[in-house]
């Protein structure tokens, strides 16, 4: 099993970036696709990112894929998604997840906020 934690989110005006950061503890990070998705009050969470094992292959949404990077650092237990060029429609909870098997998520973290101003 693995526990969660991100951090990073914050407040940031239209054109800004974050960093958000999501840390593994128990079971190693290697051992699990990793994920980004993110959820609008009132909205179901949505994918944002995906990152395999050994991070040789990332997917996107459509809608971040020129803006958004995932990576990660195994050696640090260490998800990361780096978020640029940030706009108003971004502002969501963004929440880490792990995946043991193909397809389905096992693991979430608690979220953080990302606020985008106009």
């Known amino acids: 099993q693995v526990q969660l934690v991100e951090s990073g989110g914050g407040l940031v005006q239209a054109g800004g970036s974050l960093r958000l950061s999501c840390a593994a503890s128990g079971r190693t990070l290697s051992s699990y696709a990793m994920g980004w998705f993110r959820q609008v009050p009132g909205k179901e969470r949505e994918f944002v990112a995906t990152?395999?094992?050994?991070?040789?292959?990332?997917k996107y949404k459509d809608s971040v894929r020129d803006r958004f990077t995932i990576s990660r650092d195994n050696a640090k237990n260490t998800v990361f998604l780096q978020m640029n060029s940030l706009k108003p429609e971004d502002t969501a909870v963004y929440y880490c997840a792990a995946s043991d098997i193909p397809g389905t998520y096992d693991y979430w973290g608690q979220g953080t906020q990302v606020t985008v101003s106009s």
């Open positions: 990152i395999s094992r050994s991070g040789g292959i990332t």
